[in-house]
């Protein structure tokens, strides 16, 4: 199974202490790559970059975590976008950003007939609502494009929401592009707080039964520290994390949570024993500064014994 993650990753200033920051990479999608690549899942990241000394080191950097980096474009005289995170004391963050140029909004302008027909035949693409927000109404119809064409051939997509308003001209325009997006993905992995941000739904109950709407056969809505509440296979039930933590840094524990639920499903392990796949990585993660946690501080044994 070969999984293409589409969006875009950025220069990070993570805060270690005070006035002091620590240099990586990364974003919504790179950091659910970077997982399921370690994993031990095919993984490939799309995107756009520039022709500078960071762009280089980015793709130096998903390199060796052995992320194939054949579907990333480069653009001549452009340099990655960048962000910066600061957290509280209960490890919550807040960002600033530097991306309004970034070469990654131009992926689907700039990508050829054949770039697409070699993205259709992925056996997963990812994509999330940050990746939506990149793109205007022109990449958002030819990313729709590329989903019918992949699940035509029998491939199959997974859309985590992760809706930062940001990134839209204003609500209206994030909601009708979700909606636009929300019939052609088979897997949908949102969170409860972005959902009721942009939809306002009362609760996770009434996100699932509106999801559900569009027709996707598996829905994972992640809660936070309740722990997610699953649609899958005719059944609903709620799956909580195995243990409850003070976190770090929350930076990417839905991203991390997506590599290990998805990553459990490809290797044939069931919703149930999946999200708790999920919550053990994402458990590690929110343990340590940033969005990615060194290769050993990884949960041993994450797949355990899991129901197939």
Not at 40 to 61: C, H, K, N
Not at 100 to 112: G, L, V
Request: one cysteine or more; charged letters at 25%.
């Amino acid at each position: 199974m070969k999984v293409a993650c589409i969006g875009e990753c950025m220069v990070e200033f993570a805060q270690e202490s005070a006035g002091l920051f620590r240099r990586g990479f990364g974003g919504d999608t790179l950091n659910t790559a970077l997982y399921l690549a370690r994993l031990g899942i095919d993984t490939s990241y799309v995107t756009a970059l520039g022709d500078d000394p960071l762009s280089e080191a980015m793709l130096a950097a998903w390199r060796s975590e052995s992320i194939a980096t054949d579907h990333v474009l480069r653009v001549q005289g452009r340099v990655p976008g960048l962000y910066m995170i600061e957290r509280d004391a209960k490890g919550e963050r807040s960002f600033l950003y530097w991306r309004d140029r970034a070469p990654a909004r131009e992926f689907f302008d700039r990508a050829d007939d054949a770039t697409f027909e070699r993205l259709a035949g992925f056996d997963w693409l990812y994509f999330s609502g940050i990746s939506l927000s990149l793109y205007g109404e022109t990449g958002r119809a030819k990313l729709g494009e590329l989903l019918a064409a992949a699940r035509q051939r029998g491939g199959r997509v997974a859309f985590d929401g992760n809706y930062r308003p940001r990134g839209w001209a204003d609500k209206e325009s994030a909601q009708r592009a979700f909606s636009a997006i929300l019939p052609l993905v088979d897997l949908a992995l949102p969170t409860l707080e972005d959902e009721q941000m942009l939809f306002g739904d009362a609760n996770a109950q009434v996100c699932l039964a509106r999801l559900k709407t569009f027709g996707i056969a598996e829905i994972v809505i992640k809660r936070g520290a309740l722990g997610c509440l699953i649609d899958a296979k005719g059944g609903i039930f709620d799956v909580p994390p195995p243990r409850a933590l003070q976190p770090v840094d929350t930076t990417a524990a839905g991203d991390s949570f997506n590599a290990g639920y998805l990553a459990a499903r490809i290797k044939g392990i069931a919703p149930r024993a999946a999200a708790a796949v999920g919550h053990r990585l994402a458990g590690a993660v929110i343990m340590a500064p940033g969005a990615v946690i060194p290769n050993d501080a990884m949960p041993l044994d994450i797949f355990g014994q899991g129901e197939s």
